[in-house]
T-cell receptor, first 113, second 115 residues
Framework: DVKVTQSSRYLVKRTGEKVFLECVQD?????MFWYRQDPGLGLRLIYF???????EKGDIPEGYSVSREKKERFSLILESASTNQTSMYLC????????????FGDGTRLSIL | GNSVTQMEGPVTLSEEAFLTINCTYT??????LFWYVQYPGEGLQLLLK?????DKGSNKGFEATYRKETTSFHLEKGSVQVSDSAVYFC??????????????FGTGTKLQVIP
């Protein structure tokens, strides 16, 4: 089974801090994704990566950046955290084909105070 | 752009009741369609999928048929259990202009099954 591991289940940070969320997958998937999940809004794509060092903006990239230095690891960075970035963050990975499903981690619940 | 519309929840059913969660989509290409389930405190996991028109996906007693003529992918189960209580997401996967996979999710439907 594919395993997608997010480094923290819960995280509390302060406004203005630089925040790193880490995600690792163990199945050699080309694609990796970062979403945020908010009540009533479903999942919204922040960034995705289709190869090492490659990235594309999703629907809501403002205030975020990403890094993919190795195929198995995809990091989400909040450059200067703000309270409106309090959310559940989900990482996913998949093979490169539209009929392939995404595999999700358990999520990181991030609170910005 | 692509979009997915799900019925709003929460849906509350008694155990052994019949379940339908409606999902319709708009897409310009030939997408693949998915249902994901999210149990409390967990990430999403694939429930079933269908990759072309008239395909039926099924798993754990759940079924959904890819209906291109009505652009729908409704989720059904004949007899729900308390353990089916979760949030269900309909999703479509298509190609972006850059040729990469892009997935669009519905807003999710919360199902609560009472004994």
């Amino acid at each position: 089974d594919v395993k997608v591991t997010q480094s923290s289940r819960y995280l509390v940070k302060r406004t203005g801090e630089k925040v790193f969320l880490e995600c690792v997958q163990d199945m050699d998937h080309e694609n990796m994704f970062w979403y945020r999940q908010d009540p009533g809004l479903g999942l919204r794509l922040i960034y995705f990566s289709y190869d090492v060092k490659m990235k594309e903006k999703g629907d809501i990239p403002e205030g975020y950046s990403v890094s993919r230095e190795k195929k198995e690891r995809f990091s989400l960075i909040l450059e200067s955290a703000s309270t409106n970035q309090t959310s559940m963050y989900l990482c996913a990975s998949s093979l490169e084909a539209i009929h392939q499903p995404q595999h999700f981690g358990d999520g990181t619940r991030l609170s910005i105070l | 752009g692509n979009s997915v519309t799900q019925m709003e929840g929460p849906v509350t059913l008694s155990e052994e009741a019949f379940l339908t969660i409606n999902c319709t989509y708009t897409a310009t290409g030939y997408p693949s369609l998915f249902w994901y389930v999210q149990y409390p405190g967990e990430g999403l996991q694939l429930l079933l999928k269908a990759t072309k028109a008239d395909d039926k996906g099924s798993n754990k007693g759940f079924e959904a048929t890819y209906r291109k003529e009505t652009t729908s992918f409704h989720l059904e189960k004949g007899s729900v259990q308390v353990s089916d209580s979760a949030v269900y997401f309909c999703a479509l996967s298509d190609q972006w202009s850059g040729g990469y996979q892009k997935v669009t999710f519905g807003t999710g439907t919360k199902l609560q099954v009472i004994p």
